[in-house]
């Protein structure tokens, strides 16, 4: 049975930092790409950031680029999304993403909310 499992969200104030981890098992992890994806209430999902398989690619959306970093751990079968200089506008729901050719898996999603 394949899990994603986010960890490490939270209430954090504006300019603050947290670092989320996506857990996964039931699959082998090296061959899937991952990313992180936001959803906030009455807005679509959205990709905030993305890992290959190797990390020799990383892209990020155009809203988090030079405050949030994506990494992985292909020996712990984990990735991450250190958030720096977050914003209220950062506030979602982030989701967990794993691709590898027709097979793609989300995790359940951990809340961030950036409030004073």
């Known amino acids: 049975q394949v899990q994603l499992e986010e960890s490490g969200g939270g209430l954090v104030q504006p300019g603050g930092s947290l670092r989320l981890s996506c857990a996964v098992s039931g699959l082998t992890f090296s061959l899937y790409a991952m990313s992180w994806y936001r959803q906030s209430p009455g807005k679509e999902r959205e990709l905030v950031a993305a890992i290959s398989r190797t990390s020799d690619s990383i892209n990020y959306a155009d809203s988090v680029k030079g405050r949030f970093t994506i990494s992985r751990d292909n020996n712990k079968k984990t990735v991450y999304l250190q958030m720096n200089s977050l914003k209220p506008e950062d506030t979602a729901v982030y989701f967990c993403?794993?691709?590898?050719?027709?097979?793609?898996?989300w995790g359940q999603g951990t809340q961030v909310t950036v409030s004073s």
């Open positions: 993403h794993a691709v590898f050719l027709k097979a793609d898996y």
